[in-house]
């Protein structure tokens, strides 16, 4: 097995390294991951009150952690490396950083609206909540 070889070598090279996989759907988690290997989306949010859960062999996500990003069929894509966090309210995120999550158009507009439902469907959403912004850059594509 292909990718059973390459996620044995990732495990040894970046042996802290946490796992990624983005969005709430196998489609989502196919594009998105794609998005990532690209260098289009340099950036993902959390709600901070579910920060605690995100978390990699290492402890919490920090600035310099290393993550493999996987599709919907567990095949590892990039492995990514944490470069920057923010701490804001929802109401706050800036058009920059809405940018940088390389969904859709990339407006401010388009993230308020995904990330408003996807936090509501999971029960956390409020304009004034508080969420990590969480900036990576690609450092090894695959």
Not at 23 to 32: F, I, K, Q, T
Not at 74 to 98: I, K, N
Not at 122 to 142: H, Q, T, Y
Request: glycine share 6%.
């Amino acid at each position: 097995m292909k990718t059973d070889k390459i996620t044995k070598l990732l495990e040894s090279k970046y042996p802290k390294a946490g796992r990624w996989v983005f969005g709430d759907s196998p489609a989502m988690h196919d594009e998105l991951a794609e998005l990532v290997a690209k260098g289009i989306k340099t950036a993902t949010t959390c709600p901070f009150s579910l920060y605690d859960s995100y978390e990699s062999d290492d402890g919490k996500i920090t600035v310099g952690n290393h993550y493999t990003v996987f599709d919907s069929k567990e095949s590892p894509v990039c492995v990514a490396r944490v470069t920057a966090m923010h701490l804001m309210q929802f109401s706050e995120m800036t058009a920059d950083l809405a940018w940088k999550e390389g969904e859709g158009d990339r407006s401010l507009l388009h993230w308020q609206l995904e990330h408003q439902r996807f936090f509501e469907s999971i029960g956390v959403f409020s304009p004034d909540m508080e969420i990590v912004v969480i900036e990576f850059k690609v450092v090894e594509k695959l």
